[in-house]
Structures are given as structure tokens and as C-alpha cells.
């Protein structure tokens, strides 16, 4: 078997869009707008007899003051991990060219599962049982960074996602009652999801920093957005949505449903008094925002059949009218539009206890009712063990610059 670098992008393109472990993280798009920054990227093939056997989008970090790299292929190399041959070969020379490249380690959180969950996250007795990837690659050499429950690592090692193997009606009756309330309610407060376009990221990243700093994170920049959207957007890879607050169209709902209670002959007057205050507040809201106002927004990536929902921000006004439901209804609408089979919707948390701070964003991707994944996590080839070592615990704040680098 022989490596092959610069690997003709068509070939890439058409293997990492097919292939079972294909990734949007591991396109060359990706690689593009990550390039933008601090990391270089690569096109890296493995032949066997001329076919292409394994891939991956290798991407290359100097480190601050060691005069070294990191390489890292975000989601794992583009193979079969079942077959041994394949996983040693495509390691034993993407050894030896991080090694000629001053490299210290290569980076891997290859999207395999590890053991088989229900919907609720609870182990399945007897279910499948991947241990031995994560042996294979540690015989291999790799160093299994453990098992992690939170976002430990680079990449959410547990995810969750909705297979689209059914009509959309069908998908919708199988969500939870309340997500299909939720939905319903957005629909009848006069929420409208768009697409955005690239003027619009400035709304997306303010709002973004309003959630980040509610939740506890620092939130990406507006150039770091642009970028994304200047590179994925063109390529078909990207989707860029708002949910906007239509006070005008809330207002004229509102009005109706007071005209239809005050024409009953038993009027409820509780009821009658709530739609009149309502009306007021629309009726304010509606002088200072006559064209409506951007309440929440996402960003979502497509490779082959897979569409991920990569960002999300939510003002803390209006979260009552539940934005956030009907902007996934219409992603996963979209995806589904668009011939893909699933939608994920990323990093959930692998423990289940409600005391856990990341228990709320589990149970809102639970409320559309797909499938608890779990990966087999990060590990580490070791390229100059003196200077990862060096990196490991040398040298912590280099750690953290790169621990900051979220996908």
C-alpha cells in the first residue's frame, strides 16, 4: 500500500461524501476555512494496488515555542476501522509523514461508535460492543485520551441524532407531545424561520454572545462566522437561519382570537382580560419593532446524507415563544428536502443525572425522539514523545490554546 499527498480533490470529495465515516469535518471545505486561521490542511489517500482504501483531510498546527506541529484529522480518518490491514497501513505512514514534517503527534476522535445505547441513553444489555477498535488503535500505537462524559475533548464523544428514514409527518408524530406543542406554539405566536445571509451573521454572532454569556462559554467571532460562510456557503455545504418575531402577524393572531372570545355568548373573561393585555404589549412592541425582530439562529452543515447542526444562539427575550423548536422543525425539514438520511444534532452530555448542567440541552434534542450515540473518543499517535510529553504537561497554557480550538 502507498500514501498518497495533495490527493486529487474530486477523488476526496467523492470518497469522504459516500464513504460510511465520511464527515463534513473531514471535507476539504472544511480544511479550507480552518486554513483561514492558524492550520494548514492536506488531501492525504491510501492505494492499495492503485484503489483508494482509506483518507483524510490532515489538518497542521505549529505549536507556540516548541517549533513543532500538531496534525489533526477532526472525526478520524475516512475508512473501514473494521478492517486491521487498512487502519495499521493508513497509520504507519501517516506516521512517517507527520515525522518528516516535524510533527509531535496526530490527532484523531474517529466518529465510531462504541457501545450500543436506547433512546433514554441507558445501556442495551447484549447490544454491540466496539472495545476492540479502541484496543486495535491503542496496539497500533495510539493513546486513548479515556472515557469522557462531558466536552472534554475537541469533539462531543456522545451525540445525538435523528435518522431520517421516514416521511416528515411520520417524524413529526414521533417527537415528544411537547416538542410538537412547542412547535405548534411558535408557529401560532407569528415565528417565521429564513435563511440568512452573510450581512445577517452580525445579528447571529450578537445574539451569539448573549447566549454565550448566559451559558457560560466565549462565544466565536463575527470574522470567524464570515469566514465559515464565505467557504461553505458557495459550496452547498452550509445553512445559515434565523428565526425572526413577526409582531405585526403575533398582533393580527391575537386580535382574532380576542374577537372570537368576545363574540361567544359565555365569555370567559379571564380568558378575554389575558388577550387584551396581550394585544397591549404586541401593540407597544409592534411601534418599536414594525418589521419584527431576529429572536434566535443556527448554522448547519451537510456532507453527503448527513446534515449536523453545528451553532445555535437564542436571545434571553421571547424564549417563551419557543423559536428554538421551530428553527430545528425547519432544518431537519430541509435536510430531509435536500436527500438526506440523518440529521445530528451533536454534543449531548453521557451523563444523564438532571444535576448536570448540559441535562436541559439533552432533553430538548430528546424531545424530537432519535438515537443516543456514544463514540470510542480521542486518541493520540505519538510521533517525539519528549516534546508531546512536553506538550502534555510541560507546557499547560500550550494545552489550553489548543483545548480552545472547538469544531
Not at 445559515?240 to 373573561?269: H, M, P, R, T
Request: charged share 30%; with cysteine; hydrophobic share 35%.
Amino acid at each position: 500500500m502507498e500514501l498518497v499527498t495533495n490527493l486529487d480533490r474530486h477523488i476526496y470529495k467523492d470518497w469522504n461524501e459516500t464513504h460510511q465515516y465520511g464527515q463534513i469535518l473531514q471535507s476539504e471545505e472544511w480544511g479550507m476555512f480552518k486554513s483561514k486561521g492558524a492550520w494548514n490542511y492536506e488531501l492525504i489517500g491510501l492505494k492499495d494496488q492503485g484503489k483508494l482504501v482509506g483518507a483524510c483531510m490532515l489538518l497542521k498546527r505549529k505549536l507556540p515555542l516548541l517549533n513543532r506541529y500538531m496534525f489533526y484529522a477532526p472525526r478520524g480518518f475516512v475508512l473501514d476501522y473494521t478492517n486491521r490491514k487498512v487502519v495499521e497501513e493508513f497509520t504507519k505512514h501517516i506516521s512517517e509523514y507527520a515525522k518528516a514534517h516535524k510533527g509531535i503527534m496526530v490527532k484523531i476522535d474517529p466518529c465510531v461508535m462504541y457501545r450500543e445505547h436506547d433512546a433514554e441513553g441507558h445501556l442495551v444489555e447484549g447490544g454491540f460492543n466496539h472495545a476492540d477498535i479502541i484496543h486495535m488503535l491503542c496496539d497500533l500505537g495510539y493513546q486513548h485520551k479515556g472515557i469522557t462524559l462531558d466536552f472534554d475533548g475537541i469533539q462531543p464523544r456522545f451525540v445525538y441524532r435523528l435518522p431520517l428514514d421516514r416521511s416528515l409527518d411520520a417524524l413529526m408524530k414521533k417527537f415528544h407531545h411537547k416538542t410538537r406543542y412547542n412547535i405548534r406554539l411558535a408557529e401560532k405566536k407569528g415565528v417565521e424561520i429564513y435563511e440568512g445571509s452573510r450581512d445577517e451573521l452580525k445579528l447571529f454572532e450578537k445574539i451569539m454572545r448573549v447566549t454565550g454569556e448566559r451559558d457560560g462559554f466565549i462565544p466565536r467571532s463575527l470574522d470567524y462566522f464570515q469566514s465559515m460562510y464565505d467557504v461553505l456557503y458557495p459550496a452547498g455545504k452550509l445553512k445559515f437561519y434565523l428565526a425572526k418575531y413577526n409582531v405585526k402577524k403575533a398582533l393580527e393572531i391575537v386580535g382574532k382570537q380576542l374577537e372570537q372570545e368576545e363574540s361567544k355568548e359565555k365569555k370567559d373573561e379571564k380568558r378575554i382580560d389575558k388577550l387584551r393585555k396581550e394585544e397591549k404589549e404586541l401593540n407597544d412592541l409592534c411601534q418599536e419593532h414594525p418589521n419584527g425582530l431576529v429572536v434566535s439562529g443556527t448554522i448547519m452543515l451537510v456532507n453527503g446524507k448527513t446534515a449536523w447542526y453545528l451553532y445555535g444562539a437564542s436571545d434571553n427575550a421571547f424564549r417563551n415563544i419557543m423559536p428554538n423548536y421551530l428553527i430545528q422543525w425547519q432544518m431537519i425539514q430541509d435536510a430531509y428536502e435536500m436527500g438526506c438520511t440523518m440529521y445530528d444534532f451533536r454534543g449531548i452530555s453521557g451523563d444523564l443525572s438532571p444535576d448536570n448542567p448540559l441535562h436541559g440541552l439533552y432533553r430538548f434534542k430528546k424531545g424530537f425522539t432519535g438515537e443516543f450515540v456514544e463514540y470510542i473518543g480521542e486518541f493520540d499517535l505519538i510521533i517525539r514523545p519528549l516534546s508531546y510529553k512536553l506538550f502534555e504537561h510541560g507546557v499547560p497554557f500550550i494545552k489550553k490554546i489548543i483545548r480552545k480550538v472547538k469544531w
